[in-house]
């Protein structure tokens, strides 16, 4: 049954891959079948579901759609960009740190790369900025700042830990995860050139429009979201559904076109494989996973093998959706065959980063935008589209190898 349980997650990986399904809705069905055939109730099989989890990505996820909707969050980004006036340069380091602080207030890693893509893509093709650095920028400031404990990868990697009684860590999570990301933004900004950018073309402060009252409603009700979740400490799902019925309340943002802006598709993938993940584990699938892994690695590796496993599933799966709720899980037990010696958050965030840093890949989301916003904005041909396409995916591939290499040296450890 354990053998069994992982074999069709692994198919359901594969279908979610190759005929464009979603993992997690199949991942409900086969939690259902093996359960099943294990004698496990029907109870027991939708106890799997993590309603806890689903409550917060819904709450944050439904806010930020508002803000999206009303233009807030699109006009923030053009007067933050502004910002950098003649000095060319800067707009990449300006780009990421603005990436960086709006994924780790709320929105999260792919809302995101949603809202900043098109955007820095457009500037991109007018400025004859580097886009595939550009938007390498953008995925490793959204992955970094949404591993915070009010975004949607923070709170599932949070969930996973707390799972096998890791608790209190949100701090060293947060912080590891920007040190990774931020090492290897930088890495990207001296290898790409950024540093030696130049324009005679100049986004000028005067020229965005200010503000409108609706707008400035928005951006207040995220401030005091901030101020209620890390101050009062109160549930994030449960507060982002008190700012969201204020702000619907009070008509600063269309409620119906933000509930159809909502990921549902993520948050039943995310679920789904979590349903799926909890008969694994129950039937002893985990173990063996780990029994698996722990047979290529030693203590010095363990962190690299872990991180080259998750960038490379990454690519052909979900961060937070697959690979996170798939891996994680394996922690307690790899490190009570290596004796406990391994650090836990080490693992953890090793697992997260490296796999957000393989969606740079146009085989995922984030890359995927950037490709298809640059090609429409700039009128690529498809030679150019192949030459972005290839120099997009290096930046994936060199990015899981920086980021390994630099595991093995302890990276992840440095801040614990």
């Known amino acids: 049954m354990a053998l069994l349980s992982l074999g069709l997650l692994i198919i359901a990986i594969i279908l979610?891959?190759?005929?464009k399904m979603n993992t997690g809705l199949l991942c409900m069905a086969f939690a259902m079948v093996v359960g099943r055939l294990a004698g496990m109730s029907d109870k027991a099989i939708i106890a799997g579901f993590n309603y806890n989890l689903f409550i917060m990505l819904l709450g944050v996820t439904y806010l930020f759609s508002l803000a999206q909707i009303n233009g807030c969050l699109d006009l923030l980004a053009k007067k933050v960009v502004a910002l950098a006036g003649k000095k060319t340069y800067l707009i990449p380091i300006i780009i990421y740190l603005f990436a960086t602080v709006l994924s780790a207030i709320g929105p999260g890693t792919v809302p995101t790369m949603?809202?900043?893509?098109?955007?820095?893509?457009?500037?991109?093709?007018?400025?004859?900025?580097?886009?595939?650095?550009?938007?390498?920028?953008?995925?490793?400031?959204?992955s970094g700042g949404?591993?915070?404990?009010?975004?949607?990868?923070?709170?599932?990697?949070?969930?996973l830990c707390a799972g096998f009684g890791l608790t209190g860590i949100e701090?060293?999570?947060?912080?590891?995860?920007?040190?990774?990301?931020?090492?290897?933004?930088?890495?990207?900004?001296?290898?790409?050139?950024?540093?030696?950018?130049?324009s005679d073309k100049v986004?000028?402060?005067?020229?965005?429009p200010a503000f409108n009252a609706k707008q400035l409603i928005t951006l207040a009700g995220i401030v005091l979201m901030v101020f209620l979740v890390m101050v009062l400490k109160i549930n994030v799902g449960l507060v982002g559904f008190l700012i969201a019925g204020v702000l619907s309340f009070l008509k600063v943002s269309d409620e119906s076109e933000a509930l159809?802006?909502?990921?549902?598709?993520?948050?039943?993938?995310?679920?789904?494989?979590?349903?799926?993940?909890?008969?694994?584990?129950?039937?002893?699938?985990?173990?063996?996973?780990?029994?698996?892994?722990?047979?290529?690695?030693t203590e010095s590796t363990a962190t690299s093998i872990m991180g080259l496993c998750a960038g490379i599933t990454s690519w052909f799966s979900s961060t937070s959706g697959v690979v996170m709720p798939t891996l994680i899980p394996t922690i307690p037990y790899i490190n009570a065959q290596m004796n406990n010696v391994l650090n836990p958050v080490e693992l953890a965030t090793a697992i997260t980063m490296i796999s957000n840093t393989g969606g740079i890949s146009p085989l995922s989301t984030?890359?995927?935008?950037?490709?298809?916003?640059?090609?429409?904005?700039?009128?690529?041909?498809?030679?150019?589209?192949?030459?972005?396409?290839?120099?997009?995916?290096?930046?994936?591939?060199?990015?899981?190898?920086?980021?390994?290499?630099?595991?093995?040296?302890?990276?992840?450890?440095?801040?614990?």
């Not at 701090?171 to 130049?198: D, P």
């Open 366 to 416: 984030g890359g995927a935008l950037a490709l298809a916003a640059y090609t429409s904005a700039a009128g690529s041909t498809p030679e150019d589209q192949q030459k972005l396409f290839m120099k997009m995916f290096s930046f994936s591939c060199m990015g899981i190898a920086f980021l390994c290499t630099m595991a093995y040296f302890g990276l992840f450890r440095w801040l614990l």
């Open 114 to 142: 949603a809202i900043l893509m098109v955007f820095a893509m457009a500037l991109a093709a007018e400025l004859s900025i580097n886009p595939a650095m550009l938007s390498a920028l953008i995925v490793l400031g959204a």
């Open 260 to 297: 159809k802006k909502v990921p549902w598709g993520t948050l039943l993938l995310i679920t789904g494989v979590g349903m799926l993940m909890n008969i694994i584990t129950k039937l002893g699938g985990i173990k063996i996973l780990s029994a698996a892994l722990v047979s290529i690695m």
């Open 16 to 19: 979610g891959f190759t005929r």
């Open 146 to 159: 949404g591993v915070s404990p009010l975004a949607a990868t923070g709170i599932i990697g949070l969930n």
């Open 203 to 208: 986004m000028n402060l005067g020229d965005i």
């Open 171 to 198: 701090r060293e999570f947060f912080f590891n995860g920007l040190l990774a990301a931020t090492a290897y933004a930088t890495f990207i900004y001296f290898v790409a050139g950024g540093y030696k950018m130049h």
